[in-house]
């Protein structure tokens, strides 16, 4: 991944790390708890692709497993986000313009329900049976409406970030001056404006004026 993209990617999981924690953790509203962590991750990895969506998710779910009050398997969360950020980065759209919102929304609810059936299978493996308690159902269906509300103030806002990034004008001056660098180096090697028809035509003038001026030096030569 680019420097940019590292950046920008730290920058936005931490902030919704500390907000998921601080904030919608302490909410305690019925069901499941509103997964902002989730929705930047769905956010970056529609923006850079699988490959990218696959390391900002396990980097996101990393660092939600270390932090407290986590009481957990730390990677369990890791794997999750790890395999939903590959999965929503195939479906990048290939001009990275989204249409409609349709499709976004799509994606939020099948990761709402597959974060939260993928974690609960993690959890049975490792023996962590609290999901059939609190009930699975009522989990599914609070996490779908409870991403799903809160999706339209996150995703596009992430998004345009990601794709701003992307488009970086000092990376594009940079380029332009190298450009520049490269073209003056040419220029002063060659004698020669490059790309001008004015330098072209002066240098073969030149050419020419020497050429003649030799000629006839030599003829005069032989004339004495």
């Known amino acids: 991944m680019r420097l940019n993209r590292i950046l920008l990617s730290t920058v936005l999981v931490v902030v919704a790390l500390v907000i998921q924690v601080s904030v919608l953790a302490r909410l305690h509203l019925p069901g499941a708890v509103p997964d902002l962590l989730l929705l930047t991750v769905l956010g970056l990895a529609m923006v850079y692709g699988h490959v990218g969506g696959c390391l900002v998710g396990f980097g996101a779910g990393l660092l939600a497993d270390l932090a407290p009050p986590a009481d957990h398997a730390a990677g369990r969360y890791a794997l999750v986000l790890c395999v939903i950020g590959y999965l929503a980065g195939l479906i990048k759209p290939e001009t990275g313009q989204v249409r409609s919102a349709t499709g976004p929304m799509a994606v939020v609810v ?17 023996g962590d049976t609290a999901a059939r308690h609190v009930g699975l159902p009522g989990l ?18 992430i998004m345009a970030l990601a794709r701003r990034a992307e488009n970086d004008p000092l990376a594009e001056a940079g380029s332009a001056k190298k450009s ?8 002063s ?30 003829k005069g030569v032989k004339r004495l």
């Open 110 to 126: 099948a990761a709402a329900i597959g974060s939260t059936l993928l974690y609960a299978g993690v959890g049975a493996l490792v």
């Open 140 to 157: 599914l269906i609070s996490a779908a409406v409870y991403d799903l509300l809160l999706a339209p103030f996150v995703v596009p806002g």
């Open 180 to 187: 520049d660098i490269s073209s003056g180096w040419l220029s």
């Open 189 to 218: 090697g060659t004698g020669l404006r490059i790309g001008g028809q004015r330098g072209a035509l002066g240098g073969l003038k030149t050419k020419a004026r020497t050429r003649t001026t030799r000629v006839g030096r030599i």
